[in-house]
């Protein structure tokens, strides 16, 4: 069993940036892949960025350029630093990670005022 605890969410202008942490109780280069992911009362769960074990990254269109995802593995921790933020941006963002199982995280919110 593996947890994830999100944390970083908060509330921001829009223009402004946060950097949300997903830590994990196992060794995070042990995963096939880790990520984002984000979900408002809207709409479906939707992919952010992702983190695959050769070390690709990949990034939803609408946050490339301002989003970048970054890992500490000693520190068995994955980042998201989120800059020029938008209003569309909100949502409560979720950390996933994947071996034989998804593992998700509890969420954390994120608030971009206009």
């Known amino acids: 069993q593996v947890h994830l605890v999100e944390s970083g969410g908060g509330l921001v202008q829009a223009g402004g940036s946060l950097r949300l942490s997903c830590v994990s109780s196992?060794?995070?280069?042990?995963?096939?892949?880790m990520g984002w992911f984000r979900q408002t009362p809207e709409k479906p769960r939707e992919f952010v960025a992702e983190?695959?074990?050769?070390?690709?990254?990949k990034y939803d269109e609408s946050v490339k350029g301002r989003f970048t995802l970054s890992r500490d593995i000693r520190k068995k921790t994955m980042y998201l630093q989120m800059n020029s933020l938008k209003p569309e941006d909100t949502a409560v963002y979720y950390c996933?990670?994947?071996?034989?199982?998804?593992?998700w995280g509890q969420g954390t919110q994120v608030t971009v005022s206009s």
């Open positions: 996933k990670a994947v071996n034989r199982y998804d593992f």
């Open positions: 196992g060794m995070i280069d042990t995963f096939s892949s």
């Open positions: 983190i695959y074990s050769g070390g690709l990254i």
